[in-house]
């Protein structure tokens, strides 16, 4: 069955550091992956989207890549701060409107 | 972007009644609008699809019956949880598509006494 997994684990960082976030899937073959932002009791909030044949997408400190072949997406938030802390999910589609996301990764950047 | 609200943010009632959970398009018209579930620590799951004009598009394993659904306007989709019993406690979502990415309100979350 399709799966994504993304680390359960909560991932702690000191400010000004580059936090990467790691998104992994099988028996899948998307078209698109998108990262979100959740925070606490909110709905999730976009943040990029990369199509399959897209190896990078940034956007000011956020960097995305996508790995076709390894299955597996890398989300990078350079220059972290405080406010970034919040829990990201990432998100596969082979086109459709039908998203399947990941249970997502918390972050917290320590002051 | 694109702006989407929801109402109520919150809502606690007792077993055995039932909830209507409103989700509106502020910005464009949608036909298409999508409602989520997400029970803590988990993803999101697709419930439904909600088309203007028409019967929604329910997934597998969510009963029609229970959750409702009506979209009766290009703007504005409904979401009511009949019978609500303490399992369905739970954060609902909704959405909608605009070039290819899914636009989310802030959540409804519901708690069944």
């Known amino acids: 069955s399709q799966k994504i997994e993304q680390n359960s684990e909560a991932l702690n960082i000191q400010e000004g550091k580059t936090a990467t976030l790691t998104c992994n899937y099988t028996?899948?073959?998307?078209?698109?992956l998108q990262w979100y932002r959740q925070d606490p009791g909110r709905g999730p909030v976009f943040l990029l989207l990369?199509?399959?044949?897209?190896k990078e997408k940034r956007k000011e400190r956020l960097k995305v890549t996508f790995d076709t072949t390894l299955k597996q997406s890398l989300f990078h938030i350079t220059a972290s701060q405080p406010a970034d802390s919040a829990t990201y999910l990432c998100?596969?589609?082979?086109?459709?409107?039908?998203?399947?996301f990941g249970t997502g990764t918390r972050l917290k950047v320590l002051a | 972007g694109a702006v989407v609200s929801q109402h109520p943010s919150w809502v606690i009632c007792k077993s055995g009644t039932s909830v209507k959970i409103e989700c509106r398009s502020l910005?464009?018209?949608?036909?298409?609008m999508f409602w989520y579930r997400q029970f803590p620590k988990q993803s999101l799951m697709l419930m439904a699809t909600s088309n203007e004009g028409s019967k929604a598009t329910y997934e597998q394993g969510v009963e029609k019956d229970k959750f409702l659904i009506n979209h009766a306007s290009l703007t504005l989709s409904t979401l009511t949880v009949t019978s609500a019993h303490p399992e369905d406690s739970s954060f609902y979502i909704c959405?909608?598509?605009?070039?290819?990415?899914?636009?989310f309100g802030p959540g409804t979350r519901l708690t069944v006494l």
């Open positions: 959405s909608k598509l605009r070039t290819d990415t899914q636009y």
């Open positions: 990369i199509r399959e044949n897209e």
């Open positions: 998100a596969l589609t082979s086109g459709t409107y039908k998203y399947i």
């Open positions: 910005d464009f018209q949608a036909t298409t």
């Open positions: 028996n899948y073959s998307p078209a698109y």
